[in-house]
């Protein structure tokens, strides 16, 4: 006869090996999501401080770039003649910088040189500004216009202008454009400031901007007059051409000698291999040392 106190033993000691084996399974599977949650927060802590960084990086480039925004958008020519600089105004200027591992790749623009869409609208119709766009932007394959502007001629309200390149520009699948693609699309065109500079526009903005709002004909006397003495200022460029009263008029309130409005593109790469960043903050002048800073970022 076997004994019972022999099998009650044997069952607690089966118990015991079999809770203990289960508390170990337990212990395990804590230990291991402790560890993910570990891993996960310390993988987020990380990407703050490089976010973090990231910024501040940015912030510095930004402040660095708007307060030497004379010297870094004027170029070095000099005069034949007189050998002093002439100060002569420049579209577009670049430059990297290396700053915790990251690289800094800054196009500098000067908004005043470009077409802004929304003087176009003022003086134009939807046909009219599509032609603009098709144009002066620099657009890519896949890339479309689909700012829905009405049919008939629109001399929008202040609300409804143009203020984010999402207004503007989409890809066909409707999904807004990659940043990039952004930055090379619209170096000719703008969405702030509406002046035109005289000393840093190319022929072509020159000549759309003066189209728009005198015709074809005027346009191209004042773009030949531009060619014929490239130092004159505004008064005395319009001075030597044949202009109505209303042209005249016309034409100063959209042209100037200075810029108003600066632009700012900075993409941020990682050697540890992260996506790129980009941000875009245009300065936007409005007058009397009146600006506003307009800032996306992707």
Known sequence: MKSLKGD????????????TLLLIAITGVLLVSYSRISVQRSIHVIRQAQDTRTRWATASCQRLVFENLDELLTDGTVDQIT????????????????LNQE???????????????????????????????????????????????????????????LETWDQ????????????????????????????????SASDNVLEEACRVIVGSLTASQVVSARRNFPNANLKDLLAGVSLTDQKRTALNSILGNN???????????????????????????????IHRLNCFAW
Request: proline residues 5%.
């Open 259 to 289: 810029s108003v409005s600066q632009s700012l593109w900075i993409s941020v790469h990682s050697s540890a291999g992260r996506r790129t960043r980009y941000s875009l903050t245009v300065r936007e002048g409005f007058g009397d040392g």
């Open 168 to 199: 503007v520009f989409r890809n066909l699948d409707g999904q807004p454009v990659a940043p990039d693609l952004l930055m090379n699309s619209t170096s000719r065109l703008s969405c702030w400031g509406k002046r035109i500079c005289l000393g």
């Open 103 to 161: 690289l800094l790749t800054m196009l500098i623009a000067d908004e005043s040189a470009k077409l802004d869409l929304n003087l176009v609208i003022e003086y134009s119709d939807a046909r009219e500004t599509r032609q603009c766009i098709d144009k002066l932007s620099n657009r890519e394959s896949g890339i479309t216009d689909l700012y829905p502007l009405p049919p008939d001629k629109r001399r929008g309200p202040k609300d409804q202008a």
């Open 8 to 19: 009650r033993s044997r069952r607690r000691s089966g118990f015991a090996l079999v809770s």
């Open 83 to 98: 050998n002093k600089p002439l100060r002569k105004r420049r579209a577009v200027a670049t430059a990297t910088i290396e």
